[in-house]
């Protein structure tokens, strides 16, 4: 029995390139990470501030994230979720695209390919706009948002 071209495509192998490209991204995702947890974003000119909210003073739906990843890697869990409260939301995605690479740069095969709904991708859109709408409402409780 032939594979369809479906479960071919489930196990494909990375190149070499591919490899190296992947271990590349997630060697520099530690390395960043390592910085984040070295160095105080709050207290430090190294890392960058969000120009958004140092142009206009409104928050971004990912204002904060660097300071709390900072809490986070430091094992303040509610300082981390003060800073943004997308933050579970954030550490899904980065964790997800880390080990993907981590993946392909270790073992050469391919994570299947998965396909996103477009519902789901406007609804993601939807609420990342409205999270940083909401978190700029100057009144109770939605100060509690602003980083």
Not at 21 to 40: F, K, Q, S
Not at 49 to 76: E, M, Q, S, V, Y
């Amino acid at each position: 029995m032939n594979p369809s071209p479906e479960q071919d495509k489930d196990a494909a192998t990375a190149t070499s390139a591919e490899r190296i490209i992947a271990g590349g991204g997630a060697l520099a995702v530690t390395a960043g990470a390592i910085v984040v947890w070295a160095v105080d974003p709050a207290n430090s000119s190294l890392l960058p501030k969000c120009p958004l909210i140092a142009a206009t003073g409104f928050a971004c739906p990912g204002c904060g994230l660097t300071r709390g990843f900072h809490a986070l890697f430091h094992g303040d869990i509610y300082t981390a979720l003060d800073f943004n409260a997308l933050i579970p939301l954030f550490i899904l995605l980065f964790g997800f695209f880390y080990i993907t690479m981590g993946w392909v740069a270790v073992t050469g095969k391919v994570f299947p390919r998965w396909s996103i709904s477009l519902p789901f991708i406007w609804g993601m859109l939807v609420m990342m706009l409205l999270f940083g709408f909401l978190r700029n409402l100057p009144f109770h409780p939605f100060t509690f948002l602003y980083p």
